[in-house]
Every structure is written in structure tokens, then in C-alpha cells.
């Protein structure tokens, strides 16, 4: 990024210095060179807003366990699946290579709709860009089982992955997991813990 800032000024100032003293000639060269270079910065700008600024597929469906959402969480009972999945696929066309949080809500647009291979292309779609929620999103399919086979092993997996990455809900999925009598991880002491974990790291996120 600060490569391509640095061969816009040289490119500018290079031919600011080479210019024919002819006036008009000089003014034509230099109106050129200007708008080449505000190009570039608009460029640059406009990939810093996309990664930053809220989106409409932000507003559509951020998701509440997602630690770098941009605006209030939607519950999935109020997700506009349409909408969503239209406005988060404008919004990675912006930038796909950096666009896992978009992923992660037209996932949930597509889970609304009922398309659940969709849904999960796109969860996994974020977890190559390893965006941290996906982690937890697709963990917590695993565990529940409603849309894809249960997999206790898989679900551990990747919720314990989504808690190192920041994803403290990831700690209730934990205390769920070890709570749960079927499962090969039922374990009461280490379901109390992360309970309590998740207790407490929310408490903290609900101060900041």
C-alpha cells in the first residue's frame, strides 16, 4: 500500500521536473498529472472506507457473537434474506480478498432463505480469509446438528479456534458441549469453567 502511494508522488514530481518551460505545455502536463495522482489516492481511500465504514449488509444481518461487527446485531428471525444476500455480494464485489465478515452475513442469508449448502460455502469462504466469527459460526453448526451432521470433535475444534481468536461466545458453545450427556466430551467441571468464562468476558465486552 505504501509502495503504491510512494509511485504516485514519483511519478507526479517526475514530470513536474522534466516539463518544457512552455507554459501552456507545462499546465496541460500538470492538470494531467494531477488527476492521475488524486486517482490513485481515491483508490486508495475508497479500499480503506470499504474495510471500515458500515455497510447495508452490516445493517442486514451482523451477527451478535462477532466481536469486529460494524453495527447492532440482527436476530436471525429478522433477517431479510433477500436483502441481505444482495447487499453483502455487493459489498464483497468491493473487495472479495478481504471480505469475511461480508461472507459471514450472507451466510446468514442464506441459512434464512433455507439454502443451506450456500450458507455453508460462505462460512467457509470467511474461514479461508480467517475471519474469527466464521470460526464460531460453523462450530456451532456442528455442535447443534440442525443443518449440517453433529461432530463433536469438529465442533471443539473450531469453537476453541474462535475463542483464541476473540470470539468469547465461543465460551458458551464450549460449556454447552461439555454439558451435553451425549457427547464424548461430557465433562460437568469443564463446562462450569467456560460457563464462567463466558460470564465473565461478556460482563467485560458489556463495559466497553
Not at 498529472?33 to 445493517?59: E, M, N, P, Q, Y
Not at 465461543?170 to 463466558?198: I, M, P, R, T
Request: hydrophobic share 45%; charged share 20%; aromatic share 12%.
Amino acid at each position: 500500500m505504501q509502495k503504491y502511494i510512494i509511485l504516485c508522488f514519483i511519478n507526479f514530481y517526475s514530470v513536474l521536473i522534466n516539463l518544457r518551460p512552455k507554459f501552456y505545455t507545462m499546465i496541460i502536463f500538470l492538470k494531467s498529472k494531477i488527476t492521475v495522482f488524486l486517482t490513485c489516492l481515491l483508490t486508495l481511500a475508497s479500499g480503506f472506507v470499504h474495510a471500515d465504514a458500515i455497510t447495508s449488509c452490516d445493517r442486514s444481518a451482523a451477527l451478535l457473537a462477532d466481536p469486529q461487527r460494524k453495527s447492532e446485531p440482527v436476530p436471525f428471525e429478522k433477517i431479510d434474506a433477500t436483502t441481505v444476500i444482495h447487499e453483502c455480494t455487493e459489498a464483497i464485489k468491493m473487495d472479495p480478498d478481504n471480505s469475511g465478515r461480508f461472507f459471514l452475513q450472507r451466510a446468514r442469508g442464506h441459512l434464512r432463505m433455507g439454502n443451506i449448502e450456500r450458507s455453508l460455502s460462505d462460512l467457509n469462504l470467511s474461514i479461508e480469509q480467517n475471519y474469527p466469527a466464521a470460526f464460531f459460526g460453523l462450530g456451532v453448526a456442528f455442535l447443534l446438528g440442525d443443518v449440517v451432521e453433529a461432530d463433536y470433535e469438529e465442533a471443539s475444534l473450531l469453537l476453541l479456534t474462535a475463542y483464541d481468536k476473540g470470539v468469547f461466545w465461543a465460551a458458551n458453545a464450549l460449556a454447552h458441549l461439555y454439558g451435553d450427556e451425549n457427547s464424548v466430551y461430557y465433562d460437568l467441571e469443564k463446562s462450569e469453567v467456560w460457563a464462567q468464562k463466558f460470564i465473565l468476558e461478556k460482563g467485560v465486552a458489556s463495559q466497553k
